[in-house]
């Protein structure tokens, strides 16, 4: 005989009997949750990606300039051609460049955040690296733009020091210079660095905030000078943040666009070819063969990165 009064609600309602099978086969409702988000990601990312690398297999007839459907690597073959190869190697180079001197530079302000900082001034730290990603990427840029311009603060500066002639000699060299700073190597590497410099301080600065201290004061007991204790103790360490932060650095230096179509000289990089080639000259197979470049040597990169052991600590 029931003990439920007349008219209370039921237990065992359609809810509750979900509710329990989920309880007793929570892999069930973890496949539930993450069904939706896997398959957007499979289809509009991952799908992207396949239907990218298709086309990069693909050529353009050279007579009628329609795209012939059949798989070849002609198009590969098109991206070792001198003048497609000068703008991988020269996109290479210049994120390569970013990527060590924003490591260089990133890593004692990293490490005086880590070791020295302490209330108001870690909270100013945070406050002074994180605030310029608040602003526009456009504003950005196009500030960077007037600094290094002819009638900027720079070249202001240059001139009431005595400086413009070293100024113009570095800008006649054809390597790194131009017109001006605005249109240059020397420019776009700038603007770059600043960019990105703050996706290399952060990760730096959260791993050396993880070594401990004493086995720095331990190094010193031991004997061992500070570019000992730097060499086997915080470098190793602080290894994870390095290359957290040079992964964002190098990747995102290899695909940018604005940047070097705005403050770069009349030479292509990786992200203005592809706009070149599926925008303009209409060479959808090329376009994203030089799509798949960055990609790979991302893959490459970070292949190599966990052979050496430098994601264990991540």
Do not use: C
Not at 18 to 25: A, I, Q, V
Not at 32 to 40: Q, S
Not at 242 to 248: L, P, W
């Amino acid at each position: 005989m029931s003990l439920a009064a007349p008219g209370a609600p039921t237990r065992d309602g359609p809810l509750r009997r979900l509710s329990d099978l989920f309880m007793r086969r929570p892999r069930l409702f973890l496949a539930l949750l993450l069904t939706p988000p896997l398959l957007w990601l499979g289809v509009a990312y991952l799908g992207s990606l396949a239907a990218l690398l298709a086309q990069s297999f693909f050529s353009i007839d050279e007579f009628s300039g329609l795209i012939v459907r059949e798989f070849t690597l002609k198009t590969y073959g098109e991206l070792l051609q001198p003048a497609n190869f000068d703008i991988i190697v020269r996109t290479v180079v210049m994120a390569a460049l970013v990527t060590l001197f924003g490591g260089v530079i990133a890593f004692p302000i990293a490490y005086f955040a880590a070791r020295y900082a302490r209330g108001r001034v870690k909270a100013l730290f945070y406050l002074l690296i994180m605030l310029p990603l608040w602003s526009s990427y456009l504003v950005r840029v196009y500030a960077w733009k007037l600094i290094l311009a002819k009638e900027g603060v720079i070249t202001y500066i240059a001139d009431h020091t005595g400086t413009r002639g070293l100024l113009d000699a570095w800008l006649s060299l054809p390597v790194v210079g131009g017109p001006s700073l605005s249109i240059s190597y020397t420019g776009t590497f700038l603007v770059f660095l600043y960019l990105w410099l703050p996706f290399m301080i952060l990760p730096i600065q959260a791993s050396l905030e993880r070594v401990p201290r004493s086995l720095i004061e331990a190094a010193g007991d031991l004997g061992a000078d500070a570019r000992k204790t730097f060499s086997t103790v915080i470098f190793p360490l602080a290894l994870p943040g390095i290359v957290a932060g040079s992964i964002f650095t190098f990747a995102l230096t290899l695909g940018d666009y604005i940047t070097p179509q705005i403050v770069g000289s009349s030479t292509l990089f990786l992200g203005q070819a592809v706009y070149t080639q599926q925008g303009v000259a209409g060479n959808i197979p090329l376009a994203a063969a030089f799509s798949v470049v960055p990609i790979v040597i991302m893959g490459i990169y970070l292949t190599v990165a966990k052979r050496m052991g430098a994601f264990d600590a991540l």
